[in-house]
């Protein structure tokens, strides 16, 4: 079964300049802009601009250059936030939620990257 992409989620319309968000960082394929209920002191989220659901879909259908672009502004939005651990940064943790199981709340793939506070075990128990 196919991914089907919805064009009008909520990052879709960010994407568009329908609704506003605090923007990081943009680079030609990506976005990084501030979680509107941060989980962290500091939430961030990255996006890339093409119509991709999951981690998995971008992964196997984005262009290289999608896809090096993507990393690498995960890299620069933990060097803008001072975040590195092996630059002096007491480190972060960057999670995608997928589907059902990874309770996937926006169908348009984000990775947060959390940090500013010690974040816990990786997983908690289900509530
Ligand atoms: P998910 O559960 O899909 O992994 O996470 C979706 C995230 O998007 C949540 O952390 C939620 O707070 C965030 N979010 C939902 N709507 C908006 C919005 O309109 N603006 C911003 N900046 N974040 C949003």
């Known amino acids: 079964m196919a991914y089907t992409y919805d064009p009008n989620n909520?990052?879709?319309?960010?994407?568009?300049?329908?609704?506003p968000c605090n923007k990081l960082l943009e680079t030609e394929h990506s976005l990084a802009f501030h979680?509107?209920?941060?989980?962290a002191p500091s939430h961030v989220l990255v996006i890339?601009?093409?119509?991709y659901v999951t981690f998995d879909h971008f992964a196997l259908e984005a262009s290289d250059?999608?896809?090096a672009d993507f990393v690498a502004a995960i890299g620069q939005v933990c060097k803008a936030l001072g975040i590195q651990p092996g630059e002096g940064g007491r480190g972060y943790r960057a999670i995608s939620n997928a589907g059902d199981d990874g309770v996937q709340e926006v169908?348009?793939?984000?990775?947060?990257i959390l940090s500013g506070r010690s974040?816990?075990?990786?997983?908690?128990?289900?509530?």
């Open 107 to 112: 169908p348009h793939l984000h990775v947060h």
């Open 35 to 39: 979680d509107i209920r941060p989980q």
């Open 10 to 19: 909520i990052f879709a319309k960010i994407l568009r300049g329908e609704i």
């Open 48 to 51: 890339p601009k093409g119509p």
């Open 65 to 67: 250059a999608e896809r």
């Open 119 to 127: 974040l816990g075990r990786m997983v908690g128990r289900p509530d």
